[in-house]
């Protein structure tokens, strides 16, 4: 099963609004990331977290790490249509040089 | 910098054929590591390849294989097609390698008829 599981699987916010979606995951990391994918196209890096950080910020985004937990969060603030795509977390599931993918969230940003 | 690159954009097979897929990575990038996307299964993990060395490897039959050349371009290659290959095929490349940030390429969609 993968590694990284995403919380809702999808969400339809109005523009302006915030959205946060949740990513749980099984086994230890080094790191966490967050993607973006647009219509099944190639997904963009967003943001990536390390297993001693807490809480990091990207312009609108914000990503939070809970390792006793072994769940992150991302917040989209102020969000825009441009915004509408699946976000994916990923771990590198402790170093095995391979990155594990969770299942996305959906998220539809309404004009 | 040019990005990731990824040959063809869209495949039509038939079943029991073999098929190469070709990915540049960004020059500098020693890692390629190469995903499954369909909508059952998501993203999948297939390989990872540093150096020409392939250091991991997912869950899928040995009909899937990739390479890496000295130049860092890589090549998945997919023997005896079954339907069920049919997804989209993404490639990515790193500094480091999978784990780190990945820089993706725009995929090859294959359908296997």
């Known amino acids: 099963s993968q590694q990284g599981e995403e919380d809702p699987q999808a969400l339809s916010i109005q523009e302006g609004e915030n959205a946060t979606m949740n990513c749980s995951y099984k086994t230890s990391i080094n790191n966490l990331q967050w993607y973006r994918q647009n219509s099944g196209r190639g997904l963009v890096h967003l943001i990536l977290i390390r297993s001693n950080e807490r809480e990091k910020h990207s312009g609108r985004l914000r990503v939070t790490l809970d390792t006793s937990k072994k769940s992150s969060s991302l917040l989209i603030t102020a969000s825009r249509a441009a915004d509408t795509a699946s976000y994916f977390c990923a771990t590198d599931a402790n170093g095995g040089f391979k990155t594990i993918f969770g299942a996305g969230t959906r998220l539809f940003v309404k004009a | 910098k040019a990005g990731v690159t990824q040959t063809p954009r869209y495949l039509i097979k038939t079943r029991g054929q073999q098929v190469t897929l070709s990915c540049s990575p960004i020059s500098g990038h020693r890692s390629v590591s190469w995903y499954q996307q369909t909508p059952g299964q998501g993203l999948q993990f297939l390989f990872e390849?540093?150096?020409?060395?392939?250091?991991n490897k997912g869950n899928f039959p040995g009909r899937f294989s990739g390479r890496q050349f000295s130049n860092s371009r890589s090549e998945m290659n997919v023997s005896t097609l079954e339907l069920g290959d049919s997804a989209l095929y993404l490639c990515a490349s790193s500094l480091a390698g999978a784990g780190d940030e990945q820089y993706f390429g725009p995929g090859t969609r294959l359908t296997v008829t």
């Open positions: 390849y540093f150096s020409e060395t392939q250091r």
